[in-house]
């Protein structure tokens, strides 16, 4: 009898002993998250003249414009779901004014951007056009906004904005690559 009553104490305590010894070895490592690769095509670029708009300029191929009233238009990336809303505006004695509300605009994004980079002045003086880039960090609505001018009768300004809850992280990519399309249509532009 008092065999199989030790075998009943023994039997878990070696399951446990068993399970013990089994169960060292190495530690788990848990897997890393997968990190999604965005890849995009190389740009390709077209000079293009908006309907009833005073000046050219080249856009990436892959984009396609909106013509709107009064010299206003959309660049679209579908594949991206983004677009660039430009609005051009004659300069009547009030350039000051304008680019104060360029400015402006971006600035309202401080409340949810992380930073706001003056991406630096851009000019050419053998077009005549002159502007400044910002570059907007963080869960800021719009990433990226220009104004670009001849400082006498032109002035064009650009937000770029992506349809969806603003995150980051998420969007830098698409906002790296669009970003190079609208230095290229600030470095191309041409008054008529």
Not at 108 to 132: L, M, P, S, T, W
Not at 152 to 157: A, D, G, N, R, V
């Amino acid at each position: 009898m008092k065999t199989s009553r030790q075998h009943i104490v023994l039997a878990p305590l070696g399951i446990l002993l068993f399970l013990f010894i089994a169960s060292c070895g190495r530690d788990p490592i848990p897997k890393p998250k997968a990190v999604l690769r965005l890849e995009y095509p190389k740009a390709s670029y077209e000079a293009v003249s908006p309907l009833h708009c005073p000046f050219q300029f080249k856009k990436n191929s892959l984009s396609q414009i909106t013509d709107k009233e009064n010299c206003e238009f959309d660049i679209r990336y579908p594949e991206m779901k983004a677009t660039i809303f430009l609005t051009y505006l004659p300069v009547k004695n009030n350039l000051k004014e304008l680019m104060t509300d360029a400015e402006k605009l971006t600035f309202d994004h401080v409340v949810k951007a992380d930073e706001i980079g003056v991406g630096g002045q851009f000019e050419n003086e053998e077009n005549k056009v002159y502007g400044r880039l910002y570059e907007v960090s963080g869960n800021a609505a719009s990433q990226i906004q220009f104004y670009l001018t001849d400082s006498t009768s032109h002035f064009l300004t650009g937000s770029l904005y992506f349809y969806s809850k603003p995150n980051y992280d998420s969007i830098l990519p698409a906002a790296k690559y669009i970003g190079k399309d609208i230095r290229m249509l600030m470095e191309s532009l041409k008054w008529k």
